[in-house]
């Protein structure tokens, strides 16, 4: 069981933040369950209201680029997918992935905050 | 699976075609099968236009992807390696790698720039005078136009017909014009300038109004209208210093006095030889007579017409005249041809062989810059064989060398713009017709150009060491046998050494070729003593001149005067000397049937007595001129031996031939040698009338001098001065320089081409060197372990040269193929030597062997030196 990590510098993070749009949109689409690449685009799609529109090369290179530095990593199909294609392939948020994600989410909020402090944005953000 | 769409079909094609072997089975059909997913949803969603759409995206980021694929290598694959802050570091780095190494570094530099100064350069006059030639406000329907005479050839036009085909609809304008050299007086001193005598709808065609005041208007062209001028803007600045209130001055031009009503803008340039001075038409000395054919004319094509569909129309105007006017126009037609082809067409030749031959040069520069890039990326193997086994990302290795490769290139180029400035100014000084007719010289897309050179080059050149470093494999470079990558980089370097020996020999064929014309063309005889003899052109012109007595008075004076010259030899006038302006007559003998128009014709000149002498020609037969000869004697001419021996049967001493339409006969008395009017014609058929019998007003001096000719040349213009002090005296050259301005064009190529041949084979020898150099070090240990065992040094010595030769002959090969072919480009351009000329490819060949031996015998001596104990121990 490992303790959960404090400020946005721990794990040797500091290389990868921030991270690009891109990459932080497929972490977050992976961190709940796995999914595979087509569903993934469809995720962010659908949880950016369209802003983030990745196409299939930007997808699979950053999956692969995530594979390497082992944040994501290859699962077999949950069984519960009606799978009309045994080839696909399912991707899943490692534990190192999901700290870089939430390293990442901790500066979001540290940043944020000083927007908040100079009244640049509401204080009240929740559910918007 | 429902019938393929092309966008998948194009789609599926990409990711195969694109993306490396290694990484098309997993990423490759992942990407794939969802990009066609995506493809499906876009068009089900928004038809085809979205689909198409999504097809721009999906190739281009899937060309991104690919291009990181290719440069990283294998497996390797980390997220830690993107970003612009990286960017800055990479750069940063790159310059530090640069200037560790400043005899590279400079080296690179310097032969990107030469290589891209080059180009820009030619491309700037490239620009100026084949994609943009004329100033005019629509160059595209602008047309030369004349007629066309009964046995089919291209002619001037007269006065009345113009008249005629202005009222005719065929073209929105047309403008009849005259150029000429026009003799300036009154305030100031006396000038002879280029003038063009213009029809006031000159500046409709052109479309370009004066800056200053207004252009030439209708009614100032009719015979007897007022007389006026527009100068051009740098004549205003120099005769009349910018003066703004030189509206309404008057100036004599031909002794007639004109208003001054306009200046052209600045820069405006006309392809017919600019002028000082717009002139309005009916000033020019020439017959109202309609068959007096003199003028020459440009018109504005109706909207939509092009030349040929306006010539035809033409034509049938001028059979409608023909009809009306029989004796003047029977059977005479017209012809309309596009301005801006013709005057670009002189040109065209030679700026696309230079812009091809410096294209060349690029190459070669480039071929060096990446061999040594690709020589500096193998010595840093060990650096990155440390840093790839420690982790480090291969990817941002190679990024760095593509990031040292592309500053390398972007120093060069701007090195190589800033140098093209100076390339425009040493083409146009090489070549002066170039400035004076076009606008030459470095715009908003010559700068495109050079930049676009400059990008291609960083990303041909730039690629090769990139990729090169990315297919390093750490395990074996630490093995110190770097065996795989090394062989495959040596055989990439080799075979651009091979391209370049070959591009550098067609260069230097091609150079050789132009020099040995040049050399012909300067051992030919003309036929008189070039040596040491003076001219000066004179048009005499207004009341003082108007009787053949004062005409004949005023050039013995002339003569006189000049003859007591301390230093003066000889002196003599000519209607026409040779290598300048010429004048033709139908020769018809006596007694024959006159036929002007299938008459062979002559080149006429009249000449004091005592010319043959003075020119250095000889006296074949019967005597010269009579000195003494006067204006009621009968007149007497002196032909070439050309003439006599082909035009005249029989003996042609004592024989009379027609000089006039009044059928004045003019009686031989002399036969002389011949001469030739330029340097690529043979013997031309000459008539020589005695200039006191037959007085022209148009006559050139010819003073032999006996030193330097141009000491004589102030005393001489004073001499003319002291006769008539209003008499412009202009052009006063030796006429060796007449003689240069006529190969002019194939002087510039020949230097040019010969400078880059050199170059290139000075290149190519740096290329050869650094093979070698690196040939010898790759195998420094075996050759160390060779010497060792006893190996001879000239054994070793050998080895390395046998390599490096037969690179040298692989690209002799190539080269004499390439040569073969290319020298054929060059046939309209050589003069006494054929394109196939087995001396000069000889030469070429031992030149640029001789060049790669010598590059070639450092490194081998350096493989001799090679201390066999330390390389043993040294793993």
Same mark, same amino acid.
């Given at each position: ?28 689409? =992976? ?42 990593? &290859? ?50 953000? &929740?559910?918007? | ?25 997993? =990423? ?11 493809? +499906? ?29 290719? *440069? ?20 940063? @780095? ?10 590279? *570094? ?161 820069? @405006?340039?006309?392809? @017919? ?15 109202? +007579? ?13 909207? %939509? ?46 700026? =696309? ?164 014309? /040049? ?9 008189? +003593? ?19 007595? &004062? ?102 001493? %004592? ?62 213009? &004073? ?52 093979? /070698? ?18 190996? /001879? ?83």
């Amino acid at each position: 069981m490992e303790r959960t990590s404090g400020g946005p510098r721990d794990q040797g993070f500091d290389a990868f933040l921030p991270l690009s749009e891109a990459v932080y949109q497929i972490l977050l689409s =992976l961190e709940d369950r796995p999914r595979h690449g087509y569903a993934v685009i469809q995720d962010i799609r659908r949880r950016t209201g369209g802003t983030v529109n990745l196409t299939a090369s930007t997808l699979y290179g950053a999956l692969k680029r995530l594979r390497g530095d082992a944040l994501v990593a &290859e699962v077999d199909a949950p069984p519960d997918e009606e799978d009309d294609d045994p080839r696909r392939r399912y991707y899943l948020l490692t534990e190192r992935g999901r700290r870089l994600l939430r390293a990442e989410a901790m500066r979001l909020r540290a940043a944020l905050a000083t927007a908040v402090r100079r009244g640049l944005v509401p204080p009240d953000l &929740e559910g918007g | 699976m429902k019938g393929t769409r092309w966008s998948v079909r194009l789609f599926r094609a990409a990711v195969r075609v694109l993306l490396p072997s290694w990484s098309r089975d997993e =990423l490759g059909s992942q990407v794939e099968s969802t990009g066609v997913r995506l493809l +499906d949803d876009a068009r089900s969603e928004g038809g085809a236009l979205r689909e198409a759409r999504t097809l721009a995206r999906e190739l281009s980021s899937l060309t991104a992807l690919a291009l990181r694929e290719r *440069t990283t290598g294998r497996d390797e694959s980390s997220l830690g390696g993107e970003g612009t802050v990286m960017m800055g570091q990479d750069v940063r @780095f790159a310059f530090r790698m640069l200037t560790r190494n400043p005899g590279t *570094t400079v080296a690179s530099l310097l032969t990107l720039a030469l290589g891209i100064g080059a180009v820009t350069a030619v491309f700037s006059a490239v620009n100026g005078v084949l994609l943009d030639p004329l100033d005019y406000r629509r160059p595209e329907r602008v047309v030369l136009v004349g007629e066309r005479g009964p046995s089919g050839g291209y002619s001037s036009l007269s006065w009345e017909n113009f008249r005629d085909w202005q009222e005719s609809d065929v073209f929105d304008a047309v403008a009849a014009f005259s150029g000429t050299s026009v003799s300036v007086s009154g305030e100031g001193a006396p000038e002879r300038i280029r003038g063009l005598f213009v029809s006031a709808s000159y500046f409709d065609v052109v479309g370009i109004r004066p800056a200053l005041g207004r252009a030439i208007e209708a009614g100032e062209d009719e015979p007897g209208g007022p007389r006026v001028a527009v100068l051009s803007w740098g004549w205003w600045q120099e005769r009349f210093g910018g003066d703004p209130d030189v509206l309404g001055r008057t100036i004599r031009l031909n002794n007639e006095p004109h208003t001054i009503v306009g200046v052209m803008p600045r820069g @405006f340039r006309s392809p @017919f030889d600019t002028p000082s001075a717009w002139i309005s038409l009916q000033t020019a000395p020439r017959d109202l +007579d309609r068959s007096s054919r003199d003028l020459q004319a440009i018109a504005l094509l109706r909207e %939509g017409d092009d030349a040929a569909t306006a010539g035809a129309r033409l034509g049938r105007v001028a059979a409608g005249l023909a009809e009306r006017y029989p004796d003047a126009n029977e059977g005479w037609g017209a012809w309309a041809i596009r301005l801006d082809g013709w005057v670009s067409g002189r040109y065209r030749p030679l700026l =696309l062989g230079l812009l091809a031959a410096v294209a060349v040069l690029l190459l070669i520069a480039g071929a060096n810059v990446a061999g040594l890039q690709l020589a500096r990326t193998e010595a840093r193997t060990r650096e990155l064989a440390v840093r790839a086994a420690l982790g480090g990302s291969r990817g941002r290795l190679v990024r760095q060398l593509l990031v040292e490769n592309g500053l390398l290139v972007a120093l060069g180029g701007a090195l190589g713009l800033g140098l093209s400035f100076f390339g425009v100014d040493g083409l146009v000084a090489l070549n002066p017709g170039l400035d004076a007719f076009f606008d030459v010289g470095v715009d908003g897309r010559v700068l495109a150009a050079g930049v676009g050179v400059t990008s291609l080059v960083a990303l041909g050149f730039g690629l090769l060491p990139a990729l090169a470093a990315g297919r390093l494999d750490p395990g074996t470079l630490l093995a110190g046998r770097g065996g795989a990558t090394g062989r495959r980089g040596a055989r990439a370097r080799s075979a651009l050494v091979v391209g370049q020996v070959a591009l550098s020999l067609a260069l230097l064929v091609s150079a050789g070729l132009l020099v040995r014309s /040049m050399m012909a063309l300067g051992r030919v005889d003309p036929g008189f +003593d070039t040596d040491k003899l003076l001219t000066a052109e004179f048009r005499l012109t207004g009341e003082r001149y108007d009787t053949p007595d &004062e005409i004949v008075a005023f050039f013995d004076q002339v003569v006189d005067r000049i003859a007591k010259l301390p230093g003066v030899e000889g002196v003599t006038t000519a209607q026409h000397l040779p290598f300048g302006d010429r004048g033709t007559i139908p020769f018809i003998l006596e007694g024959t049937e006159p036929d002007l128009d299938r008459a062979p014709r002559v080149e006429l000149s009249r000449i004091m007595p005592g010319y043959v002498k003075v020119m250095g020609m000889k006296l074949l037969r019967g005597r010269g001129l009579d000195a003494d000869a006067g204006l009621d004697d009968p007149v007497e001419a002196v032909v070439g031996e050309t003439t006599a021996r082909e035009l005249v049967p029989g003996d042609a001493l %004592g024989r009379s031939f027609y000089i006039s339409e009044d059928l004045r006969v003019a009686r031989i008395v002399g036969v002389v040698s011949d001469v030739s009017l330029s340097l690529t014609e043979g013997p031309a058929r000459s008539v020589y009338l005695n200039q006191r019998q037959d007085p022209s007003a148009f006559a050139s001096l010819a003073v032999r001098t006996g030193g330097e000719p141009m000491q004589l040349a102030r005393p001489v213009r &004073e001499a003319v001065w002291s006769v008539d002090p209003d008499q412009p005296v202009w052009e006063v050259m030796p006429i060796q320089d007449r003689m240069a301005a006529t190969v002019a064009g194939q002087r510039f190529g020949m230097t040019l081409l010969s400078f880059f041949g050199v170059l290139a084979a000075l290149l190519a020898a740096v290329g050869i060197y650094g093979v /070698m150099a690196h040939t010898v070090g790759a195998r420094t240990r075996e050759l160390g372990v060779r010497l060792a065992l006893g190996a /001879m040094e000239g054994r070793v010595l050998r080895l390395v040269l046998v390599r490096a030769a037969t690179l040298v002959a692989g690209g002799v090969v190539v080269g004499l193929l390439l040569a073969w072919w290319s020298a054929t480009l060059l046939d309209s351009l050589l003069f006494g030597v054929t394109s196939r000329d087995p001396l000069t490819f000889a030469a070429a060949v031992v030149l640029l062997a001789t060049v790669a031996f010598l590059a070639a015998w450092l490194p081998a001596r350096r493989a001799t030196r090679v201390d066999p104990v330390r390389t043993l121990q040294d793993t």
